[in-house]
């Protein structure tokens, strides 16, 4: 029975890559991040690591700033994270989104899931303040209660074999996403809920007309945003 309400974090339910936006907040007054800040936003760097991304799934850019973690407790990662929920992501909320899953989680929570790749005390940041007790994300790797800057877990692209795994794969009855690697997992949805940027828009048309078949046969809400996520 086709019965959860699956909503993706980054983009989605903020208009932020939380990852990235949750280390600037964090290693603001960091030399060497701010440093490496400014070489991931060359224009190289970028085409450079969308190439990897696309032949290999690999972020480049994503893996060398988690580093940037190694040596931080889990206590402080975990404090920061409700900080920068509190203070940066709530000016930053997709209001429609953020309003429909209040709305869903009041009704039944039980049937509302956070599934993201966001890294997980974001994650948990963003679930505890919404009240949502479900959520899935990419795991940061701990060793004595430290973080070795490394992950155990990665959903970047890995949300639909994740799920299959959990046996949750065939009991999605709406997902919202902005995330065009999620197109796999809006296979499996019911209603599919995407949401759309200006930067995204033509190639979600064009995913979609590959894919007419197991996308027009259901429910297809496509959501366009004005802004672009941070």
């Not at 930053?92 to 309003?99: A, S």
């Not at 599919?192 to 007419?212: D, F, G, H, S």
Request: hydrophobic content about 40%; overall charge positive; proline content about 1%.
């Amino acid at each position: 029975m086709k019965c959860l309400y699956l909503f993706d974090i980054c983009g989605t339910i903020y208009h932020s890559n939380t990852t990235f936006d949750f280390l600037e907040f964090y290693l603001k007054d960091n030399k060497a991040f701010r440093f490496y800040r400014i070489i991931y936003k060359t224009f190289f760097w970028k085409v450079m690591n969308r190439i990897l991304k696309y032949l290999f799934h690999y972020d480049m850019t994503r893996t060398l700033a988690l580093r940037f973690l190694k040596g931080i407790s889990y206590s402080e990662l975990s404090k920061q994270a409700k900080l920068f929920t509190e203070v940066y992501l709530s000016q930053v909320r997709n209001i429609e989104i953020y309003n429909t899953i209040e709305h869903l989680i009041s009704i039944d929570k039980s049937k509302v899931l956070l599934v993201s790749a966001t890294i997980d005390v974001v994650a948990e940041a963003v679930a505890d303040s919404l009240h949502c007790e479900q959520y899935y994300s990419t795991a940061l790797e701990y060793k004595d209660g430290a973080c070795t800057g490394k992950m155990v877990k990665d959903l970047l692209g890995n949300k639909c074999i994740f799920l299959n795994e959990k046996g949750i794969l065939h009991q999605i009855k709406s997902f919202f996403t902005d995330d065009l690697t999620d197109a796999d997992l809006l296979e499996y949805s019911e209603i599919k809920n995407i949401v759309c940027y200006p930067k995204t828009r033509k190639r979600w048309i064009k995913l979609i007309a590959q894919r007419k078949g197991a996308f027009l046969c259901r429910p297809c809400c496509i959501l366009l945003c004005s802004g672009m996520p941070q």
